[in-house]
């Protein structure tokens, strides 16, 4: 079997028999890459615990049909504060998911690969509530459906803005208004966010909790509607299952 080389993220992993498991890796050069880790669950396994869902890995793979074989793994960088606190690991391994979702097996995409592990690094070096619903709103841009956030989505008018509709994809003003309340705080980080100041957005120190929420909710309810929306889309072309 031939062997390849790549740097990947660790997004998902699964119980394959005695002690083995399937690993999900969003690579760089790769894409999305499937892999068995043999005897990854035996005390003293060769390759410790460097598969873990959020690790940033270093892998020799074996190529094979559809599942990879795992050779060898190093850690590229160690994830201790993601790991060590409650909210860190929730909103880290929601991170992995989402990317999961949106990656394809085998097909190459560094710019996921990329931001998935900017995402993963800004919540080790400190943990900020916003990391998870920038990288979402980022993620939607990328997919071609990023969130409209200058205009009402009815009427065009680009004052008094005061509603998100997940489902018309962007704020409304009070004529409008008919989805998710959108305060004048939390349109601002939107918009930042989506103008590419994630940065300055994260290091804001007085965001109050109550806007936090609500960009949390926008984020991820509009992440969702767009991947059911693909799901259903992508089931429309397959053939009925027999049986
Ligand atoms: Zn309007």
Do not use: W
Not at 112 to 141: C, D, F, I, S
């Amino acid at each position: 079997m031939p062997v390849y080389r790549d740097v990947g993220v660790v997004v998902r992993t699964h119980k394959l028999g005695e002690s083995d498991r399937i690993v999900t890796i969003i690579t760089q050069d790769s894409g999305k890459v499937r892999a068995v880790a043999k005897g990854v669950r035996k005390t003293g396994s060769r390759f410790g615990s460097r598969l873990e869902p959020m690790s940033h890995v270093q892998v020799q793979l074996y190529r094979g049909r559809e599942l990879d074989i795992v050779n060898q793994v190093e850690l590229v960088e160690v994830s201790n504060n993601v790991r060590s606190s409650l909210e860190c690991t929730t909103d880290g391994l929601a991170m992995c998911e989402v990317v999961d979702q949106l990656s394809h097996d085998r097909v190459p995409n560094k710019h996921l690969y990329r931001m998935l592990v900017g995402a993963l690094r800004q919540l080790e070096k400190q943990y900020a509530p916003l990391v998870l619903p920038a990288l979402q709103l980022r993620l939607l841009e990328v997919e071609g459906v990023g969130p409209l956030v200058d205009s009402c989505v009815v009427c065009g008018t680009a004052t008094g803005l005061c509603a998100f509709d997940i489902a018309a994809g962007g704020v409304q003003c009070a004529a409008h208004k008919r989805g998710l309340t959108l305060s004048p705080a939390a349109l601002d980080i939107l918009r930042a966010v989506l103008n590419g100041r994630v940065a300055e957005v994260l290091n804001r120190q007085d965001v109050p909790e109550l806007v936090v929420r609500e960009v949390v909710t926008i984020a991820r309810s509009a992440m969702e509607h767009h991947l059911e929306r693909r799901i259903r889309a992508t089931s429309l072309f397959e053939a009925p299952q027999a049986g």
